[in-house]
């Protein structure tokens, strides 16, 4: 967020209504108390999207709208059944200039690409605000009687349509009076909207092929073209988070990375990304990206990781300026690789491999040469690794066995994402329990190099390293316990194999 946007989140319900059908009555609902009529106003908006509806298509909007009350630039996003999140901007003096910090949100999206006006709403609209009791606004009624105009079209669309918006004083009894509401609504001649939205709506009377409401293209799809696709669509809204600093955002973009990777690389011939490949690089940039989102990632876990230690330690074991060295250096390191996250999210790089995802999502497999066996990899297969993984661990010396059993967290890594995109839930369970426990270990690994550097600077300067040795000795005791717990979860992981 900026200074110059503000955010809050859509929750409503839309209707298609004759245009003859009376307006319906809230009288007798007991959250209701009163209904006030505001005068009625037009609303005249814009909207944009790329040559290739890509917004349209994943159901994001954005417009320029005058008139009424929110007049300025608004982006309104998917946010759970039923609700969006709407980013405004002021209207600015440019009137085909999108906000740069309104682009920036959906840059994933829309990449280099223009943006340019693909419709045009205007809206005679009038408004019943729903009050409780207490006077607070719970709810708001539109009617709606709609003109628009896809760009380029000459033929006028016209229709009515009722919406019924939740409030931000709904409280927690908000769904509960939404469907008492839409049934007034329903009650009265309305059918629910067979359009997400307006543009959805204009957008379909001229291109169908545009309008956004459409399934996915991922239905015939095999089972792990399917997982890409999705896990691909959650890179996009982890972006956007990641963008926001949304909490644990730079944690889920890089687990969705890795999960592209590991599925790609489970059949590589069938997505085209095999060593000899033509798109061989996009595994190659997958762990490049993954690399600079892992930066800020573990920079963030150590700082929640000693915030929680110290917090857990008596005050008098709490020795010098322990917290500022780890847990606010921590945090200006995550400061800091965010700010590289971002550089690298705006950049022709990075743009070309979405790019790459989104042709590799949408071709059909390349034909396989003849002679050649599939070249999927199954789930026995992944096993197979695991367990030589395992067993060279079992075999390492001391100083090899972190690298080992960080070996074997990847390679159950791979068998959990692969076993999941197949439905084999339980053997999923067990390889992502596998995958946690020596996650814990790796971190605690990461942590002690980490806490050995810093008691040494702490040293340097003459203070009190005595904490220092206690965090240790708390971690080198979490990684023991994850090695002892290993053998018992790769034997239930061998078990989950042989019942599947």
Request: net charge negative; with cysteine; aromatic share 4%.
């Amino acid at each position: 967020m900026t200074a110059n946007t503000a955010r809050h989140t859509e929750v409503e319900r839309k209707f298609d209504v004759l245009e003859f059908t009376v307006s319906p009555s809230f009288e007798g609902l007991t959250m209701v108390a009163r209904v006030e009529r505001s005068p009625s106003y037009v609303l005249d908006a814009v909207y944009y999207d790329t040559p290739g509806f890509d917004l349209a298509a994943r159901r994001v909007t954005l417009r320029r709208r005058t008139g009424g009350p929110d007049e300025g630039w608004h982006l309104k996003l998917p946010a759970g059944p039923g609700a969006r999140t709407e980013v405004r901007a002021p209207l600015g003096a440019a009137v085909d200039e999108v906000p740069a910090e309104l682009r920036d949100i959906v840059l994933a999206i829309v990449r280099n690409r223009p943006l340019a006006p693909v419709a045009r709403i205007t809206t005679n609209r009038t408004v019943d605000h729903l009050y409780d009791a207490d006077g607070v606004v719970i709810a708001e009624f539109c009617d709606d009687d709609v003109r628009a105009w896809a760009q380029g079209g000459e033929d006028e669309q016209r229709w009515r349509e009722w919406e019924i918006e939740l409030a931000e004083g709904a409280g927690d009894d908000g769904p509960a009076l939404l469907d008492r509401l839409a049934n007034r609504l329903l009650d009265a001649g309305a059918v629910p909207a067979g359009h997400g939205s307006k543009l959805a709506r204009v957008l379909a009377g001229a291109q169908p092929e545009a309008a956004g409401d459409g399934d996915d293209g991922t239905a015939e799809r095999d089972p792990l073209h399917q997982a890409v696709a999705e896990q691909f669509e959650q890179l996009l809204v982890w972006d956007r988070a990641v963008r926001e600093d949304a909490d644990d955002s730079v944690h889920q973009m890089r687990v969705a990375t890795r999960k592209i990777r590991s599925l790609l690389r489970s059949a590589e011939h069938a997505f085209g990304v095999a060593e000899d490949a033509e798109n061989a690089w996009i595994l190659d940039e997958l762990k490049a990206l993954a690399g600079v989102l892992g930066v800020a990632r573990d920079a963030e876990v150590l700082a929640e990781r000693y915030e929680r230690a110290l917090d857990e330690l008596p005050k008098e074991l709490v020795r010098g300026p322990v917290r500022e060295r780890l847990v606010d250096g921590a945090r200006r390191q995550y400061a800091a690789g965010l700010r590289r996250c971002l550089l690298a999210m705006r950049s022709p790089r990075y743009f070309r491999l979405l790019d790459g995802l989104e042709r590799l999502v949408a071709a059909e497999p390349p034909a396989r040469p003849e002679g050649r066996e599939p070249d999927t990899t199954t789930i026995a297969s992944l096993h197979k690794r695991l367990r030589k993984a395992a067993k060279a661990a079992g075999e390492a010396d001391e100083d090899e066995k972190n690298e080992a059993l960080h070996r074997i967290r990847k390679r159950a890594k791979r068998l959990r994402y692969t076993a999941a995109a197949v439905s084999a839930d339980k053997v999923s369970e067990r390889a992502k329990a596998i995958q946690t426990l020596l996650g814990e270990h790796q971190d605690s690994v990461v942590s002690r190099e980490h806490l050995s550097r810093q008691a040494e600077a702490a040293h340097a300067a003459g203070e009190d390293t005595f904490t220092y040795g206690l965090l240790y000795q708390r971690e080198d005791e979490l990684a023991r316990r994850s090695r002892a717990q290993l053998d018992d979860a790769l034997e239930k992981l061998h078990k989950a194999i042989r019942k599947g």
